[in-house]
Protein backbone atom coordinates (compact mmCIF):
# COMPACT_ATOMS: atom_id res chain seq x y z
CA UNK A 1 0.00 0.00 0.00
CA UNK A 2 2.62 2.36 0.90
CA UNK A 3 4.70 1.68 -2.45
CA UNK A 4 1.66 2.68 -4.00
CA UNK A 5 1.17 5.77 -2.82
CA UNK A 6 4.51 7.28 -4.11
CA UNK A 7 3.22 7.83 -7.67
CA UNK A 8 0.57 10.61 -6.04
CA UNK A 9 2.72 11.65 -3.23
CA UNK A 10 5.18 12.74 -5.69
CA UNK A 11 2.59 14.11 -8.27
CA UNK A 12 0.88 16.51 -5.43
CA UNK A 13 4.83 17.41 -4.69
CA UNK A 14 5.27 17.79 -8.44
CA UNK A 15 1.91 20.26 -8.42
CA UNK A 16 3.23 22.07 -5.22
CA UNK A 17 6.21 22.83 -5.74
CA UNK A 18 4.35 24.52 -9.54
CA UNK A 19 2.04 26.04 -7.48
CA UNK A 20 4.38 27.47 -5.13
CA UNK A 21 6.40 28.80 -7.80
CA UNK A 22 2.89 30.75 -9.08
CA UNK A 23 2.51 31.60 -5.48
CA UNK A 24 5.48 33.46 -5.19
CA UNK A 25 5.09 35.70 -8.42
CA UNK A 26 1.42 36.71 -6.82
CA UNK A 27 3.42 37.60 -3.81
CA UNK A 28 6.00 39.38 -5.20
CA UNK A 29 2.84 41.74 -7.12
CA UNK A 30 1.34 41.98 -3.91
CA UNK A 31 4.05 42.94 -2.45
CA UNK A 32 4.79 46.22 -4.50
CA UNK A 33 0.97 46.96 -4.12
CA UNK A 34 1.43 46.82 -0.01
CA UNK A 35 4.64 48.88 -0.56
CA UNK A 36 3.49 51.63 -2.40
CA UNK A 37 -0.48 51.73 -1.83
CA UNK A 38 -0.28 49.98 1.54
CA UNK A 39 2.01 53.06 2.59
CA UNK A 40 -0.16 55.59 1.62
CA UNK A 41 -3.47 54.14 2.90
CA UNK A 42 -1.96 54.02 6.12
CA UNK A 43 -0.47 56.87 5.91
CA UNK A 44 -4.13 58.44 5.61
CA UNK A 45 -5.59 56.37 8.17
CA UNK A 46 -3.29 57.31 10.90
CA UNK A 47 -3.70 61.41 9.89
CA UNK A 48 -7.73 60.52 9.69
CA UNK A 49 -10.26 63.02 12.13
CA UNK A 50 -13.95 63.76 11.73
CA UNK A 51 -13.24 66.92 10.28
CA UNK A 52 -11.27 65.03 6.96
CA UNK A 53 -13.54 62.02 6.85
CA UNK A 54 -15.87 62.54 4.30
CA UNK A 55 -13.13 63.20 1.87
CA UNK A 56 -11.39 60.20 2.87
CA UNK A 57 -13.03 58.48 -0.20
CA UNK A 58 -11.13 61.02 -2.83
CA UNK A 59 -7.91 60.49 -1.00
CA UNK A 60 -7.90 56.29 -1.30
CA UNK A 61 -4.86 55.04 -3.50
CA UNK A 62 -6.53 54.08 -7.20
CA UNK A 63 -5.38 50.04 -7.72
CA UNK A 64 -5.63 47.03 -6.62
CA UNK A 65 -6.03 47.19 -2.88
CA UNK A 66 -8.80 45.57 -1.36
CA UNK A 67 -8.81 47.57 1.55
CA UNK A 68 -9.02 50.64 -0.04
CA UNK A 69 -12.12 49.34 -1.67
CA UNK A 70 -14.11 48.11 1.26
CA UNK A 71 -13.22 51.40 3.14
CA UNK A 72 -14.70 52.90 -0.13
CA UNK A 73 -17.81 50.64 0.33
CA UNK A 74 -17.76 51.84 4.01
CA UNK A 75 -17.66 55.51 3.83
CA UNK A 76 -20.75 55.39 1.22
CA UNK A 77 -22.85 53.19 3.59
CA UNK A 78 -21.37 54.94 7.04
CA UNK A 79 -25.40 55.64 7.81
CA UNK A 80 -25.80 51.71 8.26
CA UNK A 81 -23.76 50.22 11.16
CA UNK A 82 -25.00 46.82 10.38
CA UNK A 83 -24.17 47.29 6.74
CA UNK A 84 -20.42 48.66 8.05
CA UNK A 85 -20.14 45.68 10.00
CA UNK A 86 -20.98 43.30 7.47
CA UNK A 87 -18.58 44.74 5.26
CA UNK A 88 -16.19 44.05 8.07
CA UNK A 89 -17.26 40.45 8.42
CA UNK A 90 -17.06 39.92 4.31
CA UNK A 91 -13.20 41.42 4.48
CA UNK A 92 -12.65 38.82 7.26
CA UNK A 93 -13.36 36.23 5.21
CA UNK A 94 -11.89 37.15 2.20
CA UNK A 95 -8.66 37.32 4.40
CA UNK A 96 -9.15 33.90 5.26
CA UNK A 97 -9.67 32.66 2.00
CA UNK A 98 -6.29 34.37 0.85
CA UNK A 99 -4.59 32.68 3.97
CA UNK A 100 -5.84 29.22 2.92
CA UNK A 101 -3.47 27.91 0.39
CA UNK A 102 -0.17 29.26 2.48
CA UNK A 103 -1.41 27.63 5.72
CA UNK A 104 -2.20 24.36 3.26
CA UNK A 105 1.25 24.51 1.59
CA UNK A 106 2.88 25.15 5.50
CA UNK A 107 1.51 21.85 6.63
CA UNK A 108 1.43 19.59 3.97
CA UNK A 109 4.42 20.32 1.83
CA UNK A 110 6.92 18.83 4.44
CA UNK A 111 4.28 15.91 5.35
CA UNK A 112 4.02 14.94 1.70
CA UNK A 113 7.90 15.42 1.83
CA UNK A 114 8.42 13.06 4.61
CA UNK A 115 5.59 10.27 3.13
CA UNK A 116 8.05 10.92 -0.34
CA UNK A 117 11.21 10.18 1.66
CA UNK A 118 9.88 7.33 3.75
CA UNK A 119 7.77 5.15 0.94
CA UNK A 120 11.18 4.66 -1.31
CA UNK A 121 13.67 4.17 2.12
CA UNK A 122 12.03 0.54 1.95
CA UNK A 123 12.74 -0.60 -1.87
CA UNK A 124 16.63 1.38 -0.94
CA UNK A 125 17.06 -1.10 1.87
CA UNK A 126 15.85 -4.25 -0.13
CA UNK A 127 18.56 -3.07 -2.66
CA UNK A 128 21.22 -2.74 -0.14
CA UNK A 129 20.75 -5.96 1.40
CA UNK A 130 20.51 -7.82 -1.88
CA UNK A 131 23.72 -6.23 -3.38
CA UNK A 132 21.67 -3.85 -5.54
CA UNK A 133 23.47 -1.09 -5.16
CA UNK A 134 21.77 0.93 -8.67
CA UNK A 135 18.13 0.08 -6.92
CA UNK A 136 19.43 1.58 -3.74
CA UNK A 137 20.77 4.91 -5.33
CA UNK A 138 17.78 5.64 -7.14
CA UNK A 139 15.66 4.91 -4.47
CA UNK A 140 17.50 7.21 -1.97
CA UNK A 141 17.81 9.96 -5.13
CA UNK A 142 13.65 10.06 -5.12
CA UNK A 143 13.81 10.33 -1.13
CA UNK A 144 16.13 13.00 -1.14
CA UNK A 145 14.45 14.67 -4.09
CA UNK A 146 11.28 14.45 -2.56
CA UNK A 147 12.30 16.07 0.67
CA UNK A 148 13.84 19.28 -0.78
CA UNK A 149 10.68 19.77 -2.50
CA UNK A 150 8.35 19.27 0.38
CA UNK A 151 10.71 21.50 2.32
CA UNK A 152 10.80 24.15 -0.25
CA UNK A 153 6.54 24.38 -0.65
CA UNK A 154 5.82 24.63 3.47
CA UNK A 155 8.55 27.54 3.07
CA UNK A 156 7.21 29.64 0.40
CA UNK A 157 3.43 29.02 2.43
CA UNK A 158 5.46 30.28 6.00
CA UNK A 159 7.03 32.63 4.40
CA UNK A 160 3.96 34.29 2.78
CA UNK A 161 1.61 33.45 5.38
CA UNK A 162 3.80 35.15 7.98
CA UNK A 163 3.71 38.07 5.70
CA UNK A 164 -0.22 38.19 4.74
CA UNK A 165 -1.19 37.87 8.28
CA UNK A 166 0.64 41.09 9.29
CA UNK A 167 -0.48 42.68 6.39
CA UNK A 168 -3.86 41.85 7.03
CA UNK A 169 -3.80 42.32 10.87
CA UNK A 170 -2.82 46.41 10.07
CA UNK A 171 -5.40 46.33 7.07
CA UNK A 172 -8.39 45.27 10.34
CA UNK A 173 -6.69 47.87 12.41
CA UNK A 174 -7.32 50.63 9.87
CA UNK A 175 -10.93 49.00 9.00
CA UNK A 176 -12.52 48.60 12.94
CA UNK A 177 -10.37 52.57 13.06
CA UNK A 178 -12.56 54.01 10.17
CA UNK A 179 -15.88 51.79 11.18
CA UNK A 180 -15.54 53.51 14.45
CA UNK A 181 -15.07 56.87 13.10
CA UNK A 182 -18.31 56.44 11.07
CA UNK A 183 -20.22 55.05 13.70
CA UNK A 184 -19.58 57.92 16.06
CA UNK A 185 -20.02 60.75 13.30
CA UNK A 186 -23.56 59.14 12.31
CA UNK A 187 -24.30 59.06 16.02
CA UNK A 188 -23.82 62.71 16.04
CA UNK A 189 -26.60 64.96 14.85
CA UNK A 190 -26.45 68.51 14.48
CA UNK A 191 -29.00 70.27 16.79
CA UNK A 192 -30.41 73.42 14.69
CA UNK A 193 -32.97 74.28 17.48
CA UNK A 194 -32.11 77.87 19.48
CA UNK A 195 -30.88 77.43 22.94
CA UNK A 196 -33.00 78.74 25.75
Same mark, same amino acid.
Given at each position: ?46 QLTADNLSSLAD ?36 VERELETPKMFTKMGPMLGL ?14 ? %? ?11 ? /?? +??? *????? @? ?15 ? %? ?11 ? /?? +??? *????? @????
Amino acid at each position: ISSGLLVPVILILIFFFLRSLLLLGGFFSQYLTMRQSGTMLHREVKQLTADNLSSLADRLPKGKLPVAACIAKMLEHSDSPAKVNYLLDEYECMVERELETPKMFTKMGPMLGLMGTLIPMGPALVGLS %SGDIASMAYNMQI /AF +ATT *VVGLF @AGAVGYVILQARQRWFV %SDLASLEFIAGMT /AK +ASS *VEPTN @APQP
